[in-house]
């Protein structure tokens, strides 16, 4: 599978005891494989190192063969089972159970409309509770049991990627944190990822803050984050900004007077939070308060953007946090104006009651959005091949107005976004096209050094 037992053993040694000395907090956005998956924020606050040699751990990707094109696996003439690797135990007990939990939600609105075709969808949830050689494991069974991967989400799908490669037939409809399974043919993001930043965001804080170009910059010391802000920061500098003050911290710190103390003496006037979780950024904020210092501009990729974000800052304390995502305000400020987000809240509180969604959520919704169009495009008789085909054809992907929308047939990532603000202690969108729509009026702005348009 690409890799051997032995070094198998040593790098889930590793990651164990990595685990067990620092147990990070994780956060939201995606949305960045860190910052993960998504290039204005999803940050996954990782637990020490990612695997390295992901590549390796992959190995080489097989051609896909007839039998593997044409198998049905998992599919009756009133069913299709589909499984879902995601991080529930651990650690970190629930850390990315909103996946499962959106996938299965997405499915109970669609069998309750009679299913795809006559066949009801279920879901088989697989835990891999923080371990590679577990996600390796049960990639291996929802491969052997289930037609496909919907909706997964974990910091070690690396190791799963040795099943992909090797099971090209098998489509694998999820937001993944690693580059080398994202490249696999039979891979689907529903918002793909890009070492980077959507320069719009850029923009609109030079043109109403033109003075606040000397940037700070606190990054949680995870080889994830890490490397989406080396992505971020060749965006920042390509807009003008001054780096001025840099910090990789541990994801469990929660007092940064020094930090704060120091960028008030350098003169930092952007204070650049997309690569923190909610509860680092709500810390930070407090610690300022505390200080009695506020630079013009606190502004986050995303990850700010969380239910509890506010009122653990201190509630009118984070007032004027700035916010600029790839997703709708989808914890509830756009129902009105987006249909599918009170659709997506709806049927997520069916499958979970008293649940509180976070980007978790959302990508195991939107997954299973992109899979049931892909099973539906494909007929009554759906094969693996033939999905894997429809999915192709998929290149302007929204998830009906809760993502920017993206090309999963070519993973070219988001170059539209959103802008919100805090006000009055609740999110608001500011400048806003009108009627939930998203900004595209800049590209991405990738760590080549090149513009990148996505759909829109």
Same mark, same amino acid.
């Given at each position: 599978?690409?890799?051997?037992?032995?070094?198998?053993?040593?790098?889930?040694?590793?990651?164990?005891?990595?685990?067990?000395?620092?147990?990070?907090?994780?956060?939201?956005?995606?949305?960045?494989?860190?910052?993960?998956?998504?290039?204005?924020?999803?940050?996954?606050?990782?637990?020490?190192?990612?695997?390295?040699?992901?590549?390796? @751990?992959?190995?080489?990707?097989?051609?896909?063969?007839?039998?593997?094109? %044409?198998?049905?696996?998992?599919?009756?003439?009133?069913?299709?089972?589909?499984?879902?690797?995601?991080?529930?135990?651990?650690?970190?007990?629930?850390?990315?159970?909103?996946?499962? =939990?959106?996938?299965?939600?997405?499915?109970?609105?669609?069998?309750?409309?009679?299913?795809? %075709?006559?066949?009801?969808?279920?879901?088989?949830?697989?835990?891999?509770?923080?371990?590679?050689?577990? %996600?390796?494991?049960?990639?291996?069974?929802?491969?052997?049991?289930? $037609?496909?991967?919907?909706?997964?989400?974990?910091? $070690?799908?690396?190791?799963?990627?040795?099943?992909?490669?090797?099971?090209?037939?098998?489509?694998? =409809?999820?937001?993944? @944190?690693?580059?080398?399974?994202?490249?696999?043919?039979?891979?689907?993001?529903?918002?793909?990822?890009?070492?980077?930043?959507?320069?719009? +965001?850029?923009?609109?804080?030079?043109?109403?803050?033109?003075?606040?170009?000397?940037?700070?910059?606190?990054?949680?010391?995870?080889?994830?984050?890490?490397?989406?802000?080396?992505?971020?920061?060749?965006? @920042?500098?390509?807009?003008?900004?001054?780096?001025?003050? =840099?910090?990789?911290? %541990?994801?469990?710190?929660?007092?940064?007077?020094?930090?704060?103390?120091?960028?008030?003496?350098?003169?930092?006037?952007?204070?650049?939070?997309?690569?923190?979780?909610?509860?680092?950024?709500?810390?930070?904020?407090?610690?300022?308060?505390?200080?009695?210092?506020? +630079?013009?501009?606190?502004?986050?990729?995303?990850?700010?953007?969380?239910?509890?974000?506010?009122?653990?800052?201190?509630?009118?304390?984070?007032?004027?946090?700035?916010?600029?995502?790839?997703?709708?305000?989808?914890?509830?400020?756009?129902?009105?104006?987006?249909?599918?987000?009170?659709?997506?809240?709806?049927?997520?509180?069916?499958?979970?009651?008293?649940?509180?969604?976070?980007?978790?959520?959302?990508?195991?919704?939107?997954?299973?959005?992109? $899979?049931?169009?892909?099973?539906?495009?494909?007929? +009554?008789?759906?094969?693996?091949?033939? =999905?894997?085909?429809?999915?192709?054809?998929?290149?302007?992907?929204?998830?009906?107005?809760?993502?920017?929308?993206?090309?999963?047939?070519?993973?070219?990532?988001?170059?539209?976004?959103?802008?919100?603000?805090?006000?009055?202690?609740?999110?608001?969108?500011?400048?806003?096209?009108?009627?939930?729509?998203?900004?595209?009026?800049?590209?991405?702005?990738?760590?080549?050094?090149?513009?990148?348009?996505?759909?829109?």
């Amino acid at each position: 599978m690409g890799i051997g037992t032995t070094q198998l053993a040593e790098k889930h040694r590793d990651e164990a005891s990595g685990s067990a000395r620092r147990v990070a907090r994780w956060l939201v956005p995606v949305l960045s494989l860190a910052v993960l998956a998504a290039p204005l924020g999803v940050v996954v606050a990782a637990v020490g190192p990612t695997p390295s040699g992901a590549a390796s @751990l992959c190995g080489k990707p097989v051609p896909i063969t007839a039998a593997q094109s %044409n198998s049905t696996t998992g599919i009756t003439s009133k069913s299709v089972s589909v499984g879902n690797v995601s991080i529930i135990g651990g650690p970190v007990p629930g850390l990315f159970e909103g996946a499962p =939990v959106g996938a299965e939600a997405y499915f109970d609105y669609v069998n309750s409309k009679g299913g795809v %075709n006559g066949r009801k969808i279920s879901l088989t949830s697989y835990d891999d509770g923080f371990s590679g050689q577990q %996600n390796q494991i049960e990639t291996q069974q929802a491969e052997t049991n289930d $037609f496909a991967l919907v909706g997964s989400f974990s910091l $070690f799908d690396s190791y799963g990627c040795a099943v992909l490669a090797q099971n090209p037939g098998m489509p694998d =409809v999820s937001v993944t @944190l690693d580059t080398t399974t994202n490249s696999l043919s039979n891979v689907y993001s529903a918002q793909p990822i890009n070492q980077g930043l959507p320069l719009g +965001p850029l923009i609109y804080l030079k043109k109403h803050y033109p003075k606040s170009l000397s940037l700070g910059a606190l990054v949680s010391n995870a080889a994830t984050a890490i490397a989406q802000w080396k992505g971020q920061e060749v965006a @920042l500098k390509h807009e003008g900004y001054k780096i001025t003050y =840099v910090r990789y911290v %541990n994801p469990l710190e929660t007092d940064f007077t020094t930090d704060i103390v120091h960028m008030r003496s350098l003169g930092v006037q952007t204070l650049f939070m997309t690569d923190l979780d909610w509860e680092v950024s709500a810390a930070l904020i407090q610690g300022m308060t505390q200080q009695g210092w506020r +630079p013009m501009v606190s502004y986050s990729g995303g990850p700010a953007y969380a239910d509890q974000f506010i009122k653990t800052a201190g509630g009118a304390a984070a007032n004027g946090v700035i916010i600029g995502q790839l997703q709708a305000l989808y914890l509830g400020q756009d129902r009105k104006a987006v249909p599918a987000v009170n659709t997506f809240l709806t049927w997520v509180q069916k499958a979970k009651k008293g649940w509180t969604p976070d980007l978790y959520t959302l990508y195991g919704w939107a997954s299973a959005q992109l $899979f049931v169009q892909a099973l539906k495009s494909a007929g +009554p008789h759906p094969t693996r091949g033939k =999905v894997l085909a429809e999915l192709h054809k998929v290149t302007n992907f929204n998830a009906s107005g809760l993502l920017a929308p993206g090309d999963p047939a070519y993973k070219v990532s988001p170059s539209c976004y959103i802008l919100a603000k805090v006000v009055n202690q609740s999110f608001q969108r500011v400048e806003d096209p009108g009627n939930g729509t998203f900004r595209c009026d800049a590209p991405d702005w990738g760590i080549n050094g090149k513009a990148s348009y996505g759909p829109k």
